[in-house]
C-alpha cells in the first residue's frame, strides 16, 4: 500500500514538474534564438555599411555582438542590453550569451537605441573578455537617426589592441558627453 501511495505521488510530482521544466527550456531557447536573430540582422546591417568587415570577422578569433538601449537625462546615462560572443574553434564554433549595462556621469539628453559588434582578433583578448567582461570609455556623441531617416557620428572609441568596435545607431536621438563604466558579464540563464 506504501509503494502504490508513492508511486502515485511520484506521478503526480512528475505530471506536474515536467511540464514546468519543458516550459522553462522553451523559453530559454526562444531566448536565445531571439538573440541569434539580432546578431545575424546587426551583421547584414555591417557588411552593408562596411564590406571588408565581413572579412575581418571571418578570420577573427571571434566576435561579439550586443543590442543596447541607453538613456540620458540631464546628468546621469543608464543603458542595458544583451548579445551573444561567437568563439571561432577549429571544429566547431562556442557561442557566449551575454548581458551588458552601463551607468555614467555627464551631460546629455536623449535615447539611443544601437548596435555594437566587437571582433576580436586576438583570442586571449576573447577569453578576457567573456571571463571579466569589463570595459571603460570615455564617449562623446552626437546621434540623430529614426529608422531609415538621419545620421548617426560617433566619437566612442575603446582602444585595445587586438579589438577593432563597430557602432550602428538603430533609432535614437542622442546629444551626449559622458564617461561611462559599461559591465559585460555571462547571461546565467542563457548558457
Do not use: C
Request: hydrophobic residues 45%; glycine residues 10%; aromatic residues 8%.
Amino acid at each position: 500500500m506504501k509503494i502504490l501511495r508513492f508511486a502515485s505521488l511520484l506521478a503526480a510530482t512528475l505530471a506536474v514538474a515536467l511540464p514546468a521544466t519543458v516550459a522553462a527550456k522553451d523559453k530559454v531557447e526562444a531566448n536565445r534564438a531571439e538573440v541569434r536573430k539580432m546578431r545575424d540582422e546587426v551583421l547584414a546591417r555591417l557588411y552593408e555599411a562596411h564590406p571588408g568587415a565581413k572579412a575581418r570577422i571571418r578570420e577573427a578569433a571571434g566576435y561579439a555582438v550586443f543590442s543596447n538601449v541607453g538613456v540620458n537625462v540631464f546628468f546621469a546615462s543608464v543603458a542595458g542590453g544583451t548579445g551573444i560572443v561567437v568563439e571561432r574553434g577549429t571544429l566547431r564554433d562556442t557561442e557566449t550569451f551575454m548581458n551588458m549595462g552601463s551607468a555614467g556621469v555627464g551631460l546629455g539628453l536623449g535615447v539611443k537605441d544601437f548596435r555594437a559588434v566587437f571582433v576580436f582578433s586576438d583570442r586571449a583578448r576573447l577569453r578576457e573578455f567573456v571571463d571579466k567582461g569589463w570595459d571603460f570609455s570615455g564617449q562623446a556623441d552626437a546621434a540623430a537617426k529614426s529608422d531609415d531617416k538621419g545620421t548617426a557620428v560617433s566619437g566612442a572609441v575603446t582602444v585595445m589592441p587586438g579589438v577593432e568596435v563597430y557602432q550602428l545607431t538603430k533609432n535614437g536621438v542622442a546629444l551626449q558627453l559622458t564617461l561611462q563604466g559599461t559591465k559585460y558579464w555571462k547571461d546565467r540563464d542563457l548558457n
